[in-house]
């Protein structure tokens, strides 16, 4: 409950930051209304938030501020041999034995592109039996699980939004056969939502506050206020495997990665990150870059066109090495992040958005019909250049990205479960099975491959029952 001197805090530092409107109508609030918004003003990170309010803000908000004026150079990903594969395998897969890593998704964010009403995670993400993408990772965290004979910690962050529908889907399908101790559930932050032209924090009610989840980057603060990051390290827990929640070819624990990022001769064991090569220059995913002999991410849309169509001899893009937001970072790492004493603040980045709101003005609720505020979010890919040494290990794509971002078209489910079925195709042939295919090349048959019967084409060849080959147009889930 906020005292009344919390009242007095929340409304001083409204007004002391020129946003007197969020308090204009104070004094007609009932004692509860005024309270809540009090507590969502008090929430707000004022020394964080400041330099994007008002005239000040202006340039920063427009964008004016942003883009690289810094030199860039193309990052090298690595491309390990078999010999180096299987080693690193060897050495993952003694870790992942040993329990020392935990998976985690980010499952936050609002979706917005997807359109779907409910958490990300609950969007039938196969192609056939349109598991729920939440249950495709819980196969896979069950099937390493019994592979490596330890508990495997999933953690997921949700946003504010979509903590309870998250917690409650996940209840009610029994966490797709993982015991509930060994998910940790925590909501990430938030930031409030600023009006794009005047600067001014924008309202969601008379009483409350607009605000909108911190960005994936906000899964480090997350990790630590939540406590789960004390109980990771406290359960001896050295690596968290990171991906995002709608990429369902992504390898939730892949040993080879892990054998990989804690190989000295790679890395400093702090970040490790996938990448593949961009299909185009305009892709739409960031690319690892060096600035300053430092690794980063550099969002697509601070790449310069000229500097992203950017040839090399070989006639490869020169910033070929696209992010998928595959991450592992290590428990001491995240801890050294949150220190406050450390000075690694991840950068805060401001996103044009659509985004309805309560005018106290006039009282009325406003539906606007274009882009009318900034959103503020930090990146996980930011946290890169604060490790010592950051591997990059080279990734097929079509083994393991096929995001449904969009409602349609590009990224979108139908795109994903197309290269699902590719990709299992590939599987079932390099373990010898004939699969029907159209003049194009494309799969003739629909095929799913759960992921409790395989992790990769050489679980395929130990299964008892498979066919010999695939008639046209069946329809098959192995
Ligand atoms: P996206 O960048 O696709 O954002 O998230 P989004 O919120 O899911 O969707 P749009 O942009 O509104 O359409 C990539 C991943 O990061 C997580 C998402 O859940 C997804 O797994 N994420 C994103 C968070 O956990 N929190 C955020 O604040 C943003």
């Known amino acids: 409950m906020t005292t009344t001197q919390g009242l007095g805090l929340a409304r001083d530092l409204a007004e002391r930051h020129g946003q007197g409107h969020l308090v204009a109508g104070w004094d007609s ?5 005024r309270t809540a918004l009090a507590e969502d003003i008090l929430a707000i990170d004022w020394p964080v938030v400041a330099p994007w309010l008002g005239e000040e803000g202006a340039a920063r908000r427009s964008h004016a501020a942003r883009g690289d004026r810094a030199e860039l150079e193309p990052a090298v990903a690595l491309q390990p041999d078999d010999v180096q594969r299987r080693a690193a395998r060897a050495a993952g897969e003694a870790v992942l034995r040993r329990g020392r890593v935990a998976a985690l998704t980010v499952a936050g964010g609002q979706g917005t592109r997807l359109g779907w009403s409910g958490p990300k995670g609950t969007f039938p993400g196969t192609p056939i039996t349109g598991k729920p993408l939440f249950r495709v990772f819980a196969e896979q965290i069950r099937r390493a699980r019994d592979r490596y004979g330890v508990p495997i910690r ?20 029994n966490c797709f056969g993982l015991p509930r101790r060994d998910i940790a559930i925590f909501p990430q932050g938030v930031h409030p939502s600023i009006d794009l032209a005047s600067g001014r924090i924008l309202m969601a009610d008379r009483h409350a506050i607009a605000f909108n989840p911190d ?11 939540s406590g789960v990051l004390d109980g990771m390290i406290g359960l001896g827990v050295e690596v968290l495997s990171s991906f995002q929640i709608d990429n369902p070819l992504v390898r939730a624990l892949d040993p080879v990665f892990i054998g990989l990022h804690l190989d000295a001769a790679h890395s400093s064991g702090e970040m490790s990150s996938k990448a593949v090569i961009k299909s185009q220059p305009g892709e739409r995913v960031g690319v690892f870059a060096r600035c300053d002999g430092r690794l980063r991410v550099v969002e697509y849309m ?13 006639g490869g893009l020169a910033f070929r090495w696209g992010s998928i937001a595959v ?15 450390s000075g690694a603040t991840l950068p805060l980045h401001g996103a044009m958005r659509k985004m309805p709101y309560f005018d106290p003005a006039t009282g009325r609720r406003v539906e606007p019909a274009e882009p009318n505020a900034i959103k503020l979010e930090t990146f996980l890919f930011d946290a890169i250049p604060f490790a010592e040494k950051s591997l990059v290990l080279a990734t097929d794509r079509r083994e393991e990205f096929a995001p449904i971002k969009n409602s349609r078209g590009e990224d979108s489910a139908a795109t994903s479960y ?13 373990a010898g099975v004939r699969v029907p295919r159209r003049a194009d090349g494309s799969v003739d048959a629909a095929i799913e491959i759960s992921p409790l019967s395989a992790s990769g084409p050489e679980d395929l060849e130990a299964l008892a029952a498979l066919p010999g080959e695939i008639r046209p147009g069946q329809r098959l889930v192995i």
């Open 302 to 314: 601070d790449l310069p066109e000229a500097v992203a169509a950017r040839r090399d001899a070989d």
């Open 215 to 225: 960005g994936h980057g906000g899964v480090l603060r997350a990790l630590e206020t």
């Open 418 to 430: 197309r290269m699902q079925m590719e990709r299992a195709s590939a599987w079932l042939e390099s």
């Open 327 to 341: 991450h592992l970072l290590g428990t001491a790492f995240v801890r050294k992040l949150v220190d406050p004493d």
């Open 29 to 33: 609030l009932g004692e509860e209304a």
């Open 154 to 173: 999933w953690l997921i962050m949700t946003s504010p939004e979509n903590d309870a529908a998250t917690r409650s889907f996940l209840a009610d399908n």
